[in-house]
């Protein structure tokens, strides 16, 4: 039996997943919790076969949150889950650590075969996210901004447009905050930006988190 995580902060979409899964005779879900923190406590006291983790929570994010929990249970394999599959974000999930990629809009047989491909040690992508990685490997441009950014760049950029403040981010990245705003600083001289909102902004409309109308 696939013993299952759901790690998302939308009750709903949690919900959605676990009839899901809970209608397939070879899974279960274990567990539900709504943020990248306690995905990592739930993980190292109960050890799923895979997590659902989604790519946008608030604190810790679905980024930081899937290369720690790789780096405490390298043997739980994980799969992010998000509306958004525009690059940068689904290879810099895979380089971070998980082992597939899917959008929440993707078909059940297509969620089931992931979870099944990925707890028997293979990978899996949606084949419209693996056909953005493809074109993208393909472009001798960048094909977002954020392609510029580096790994802990891309990683603090989606925390400040998420609205965290940098003491926060200090906080739960164990650095200072002279650090984190020496990267803000950064990724705006990388993006030609001027300020957290207009980042924000530049975020939403490459699809990286939601606009708060959603």
């Known amino acids: ?5 759901l790690a998302d902060d939308h009750q709903m979409v949690r919900t959605g997943i676990a009839r899901m899964i809970e209608d397939a005779p070879d899974m279960e879900v274990i567990g539900e919790v709504g943020s990248g923190e306690a995905a990592l406590s739930f993980c190292q006291q109960h050890r799923p076969d ?3 983790m989604d790519v946008r929570m608030p604190g810790l994010g679905g980024l930081e949150a899937t290369r ?3 780096q405490m249970v390298p043997d739980t394999r994980i ?6 599959d525009q690059e940068p974000l689904p290879s810099r999930l895979l380089k ?3 082992a597939a990629y899917v959008s929440k809009d993707t078909s059940e047989l297509e969620m089931l075969k992931a979870i099944r491909e990925v707890a028997a040690g293979r990978r899996y992508l949606s084949p419209a996210i693996a056909q953005q990685i493809a074109l993208n490997g393909l472009s001798e441009t960048a094909e977002s901004p954020f392609d510029e950014l580096s790994e802990r760049e891309m990683q603090i950029c989606l925390m400040i ?8 981010i200090a906080d739960q990245l164990h650095i200072t905050p002279k650090t984190v705003n ?3 600083y950064r990724i705006f001289e990388k993006l030609d930006l001027s300020g957290d909102v207009e980042l924000t902004l530049m975020a939403i409309r490459h699809g990286l988190i939601e606009s708060p109308a959603n």
């Open 79 to 84: 799969i992010a889950i998000s509306a958004c």
């Open 50 to 52: 895979v997590v659902m």
């Open 68 to 70: 720690k929990l790789r």
């Open 96 to 98: 971070a650590g998980a």
């Open 182 to 184: 020496s990267y803000r």
């Open 161 to 168: 447009a998420n609205c965290q403040k940098v003491q926060d």
């Open 1 to 5: 039996m696939i013993q299952v995580l």
